[in-house]
């Protein structure tokens, strides 16, 4: 009788474990990681149109590196090497990418402001291990601001020992 119960406890104790992180790896197995873009990014853009106007100083004023993007899971954060190191939160589904700060509101007296809200939306690309981002900057409320087309190449990470 105490062979049985050795038995059962065994069972209960390490079969029924097993079997559930059996199903979870085989359920696991469909998961795919998102697609990695954190780190540095110089941007290509011109920015000439928004030159003269008070809310140019929200993207045109930036150096390169102009953009930092740190990832975790889906979820990113865009810091913009501007004035006001401005940060936007976003997603990145698939290989698009949408970020923005939209809480600037609406602009003063129908005129833009240098407080702006800004939205980013961007395709990665791939060639090779080099990744790209193509996309758009959006001076959300801004009237006479025109969206401004943008490429982007990430930097590549120093190696250990290097400065």
């Keep these: 009788?105490?062979?049985?119960?050795?038995i059962l406890s065994y069972i209960c104790l390490v079969g029924i474990p097993l079997l559930g992180l059996?199903?979870?790896v085989r359920a696991g197995q469909r998961l795919q990681a998102p697609i990695s873009v954190g780190g540095i990014w110089n941007v290509e853009a011109?920015?000439?149109p928004l030159s003269g106007k008070p809310c140019g100083d929200a993207l045109g004023s930036g150096k390169q590196p102009l953009l930092s993007i740190s990832q975790s899971g889906d979820r990113v954060l865009l810091t913009l090497?501007?004035?006001?190191?401005?940060?936007?939160?976003g997603t990145i589904h698939g290989?698009?990418?949408a970020a923005?700060?939209?809480?600037?509101?609406?602009?003063?007296?129908?005129?833009?402001?240098?407080?702006?809200?800004?939205?980013?939306?961007a395709a990665v690309t791939e060639d090779g291990e080099e990744r790209a981002l193509?996309?758009?900057?959006?001076?959300?409320?801004?009237?006479?601001?025109?969206?401004?087309?943008?490429?982007a190449t990430r930097q590549a990470a120093a190696k250990r020992g290097e400065q």
């Design 22 to 24: 059996i199903g979870i």
């Design 81 to 89: 090497n501007n004035p006001q190191a401005t940060a936007l939160a």
């Design 134 to 151: 193509t996309g758009v900057f959006k001076l959300i409320s801004c009237p006479e601001c025109a969206p401004v087309s943008f490429h």
């Design 46 to 48: 011109d920015f000439s």
């Design 95 to 97: 290989s698009a990418l």
């Design 100 to 121: 923005g700060n939209e809480d600037a509101g609406d602009p003063v007296g129908g005129q833009c402001t240098a407080a702006q809200a800004i939205g980013v939306s």
């Design 1 to 6: 009788m105490s062979s049985r119960k050795l």
